[in-house]
Nanobody, 112 residues
Framework: QVQLVESGGGLVQPGGSLRLSCAASGVSFSMNAAGWYRQAPGKERELVARIFISGSTNYADSVKGRFTISRDNAKNTLYLQMNSLKPEDTAVYYC??????WGQGTQVTVSS
């Protein structure tokens, strides 16, 4: 049974940082592509960042240079380091792995 559990969300001021984590069981991040998505109120879910089996990554234009996706194969955990956060980054963030498995989401709110 595949399970993805996100953590690390919260309330942060503009310009601040957060690191999201996604711990997996029943599936390996080292052998699958994975990504972070987000959904803001009233908007469609969108891709934020992806990491491939090779370790290569790509990012949405809106987060390039501010967010970094990574994984720890030993811990079987996916990360999203988010710096220079903006109010428009406010959303529920989800991790996803190949096979259309999703986590439950973690809320990120950027506000002063």
């Amino acid at each position: 049974q595949v399970q993805l559990v996100e953590s690390g969300g919260g309330l942060v001021q503009p310009g601040g940082s957060l690191r999201l984590s996604c711990a997996a069981s029943g599936v390996s991040f080292s052998m699958n592509a994975a990504g972070w998505y987000r959904q803001a109120p009233g908007k469609e879910r969108e891709l934020v960042a992806r990491i491939f089996i090779s370790g290569s990554t790509n990012y949405a234009d809106s987060v390039k240079g501010r967010f970094t996706i990574s994984r720890d194969n030993a811990k079987n955990t996916l990360y999203l380091q988010m710096n220079s956060l903006k109010p428009e980054d406010t959303a529920v963030y989800y991790c996803k792995i190949t096979g259309n498995y999703w986590g439950q989401g973690t809320q990120v709110t950027v506000s002063s």
